[in-house]
């Protein structure tokens, strides 16, 4: 089992920053990917960014790209998601995956939301 902890959404102004943060427990050694997910109101959850713990290969969705930064602190088992940039089109409750390898995901946390306002 492996057990993920959301952090760091909250209130920000469209062009502005937010890190969130993904807190990695359990057999975390089982699951070498990491993911940031998204979901807005009346949408279905998007793929937002992945890292794995071995080598740091990342992938972004092309709605984030050179805006959203994904990173990994292997000794603290942390996974962040820092957002710059902002748009209102980003709100969404985030929430964190780990999996096998990047795109076979089986773990999920419990979010936590952003709102960007315009």
């Known amino acids: 089992q492996v057990q993920l902890v959301e952090s760091g959404g909250g209130l920000v102004q469209a062009g502005g920053s937010l890190r969130l943060s993904c807190a990695a427990s359990g057999r975390t050694n089982s699951r070498d990917a990491m993911g940031w997910f998204r979901q807005a109101a009346g949408k279905e959850r998007g793929f937002v960014a992945g890292?794995?713990?071995?080598?740091?290969?990342?992938g972004y969705a092309d709605s984030v790209k050179g805006r959203f930064t994904i990173f990994r602190d292997n000794a603290k088992n942390t996974v962040y998601l820092q957002m710059n940039s902002l748009k209102p089109e980003d709100t969404a409750l985030y929430s964190c995956?780990?999996?096998?390898?990047?795109?076979?995901?089986?773990?999920w946390g419990k979010g936590t939301l952003v709102t960007v306002s315009s």
């Open positions: 995956a780990a999996g096998r390898t990047i795109g076979n995901w089986d773990y």
């Open positions: 890292i794995t713990w071995s080598g740091g290969s990342t």
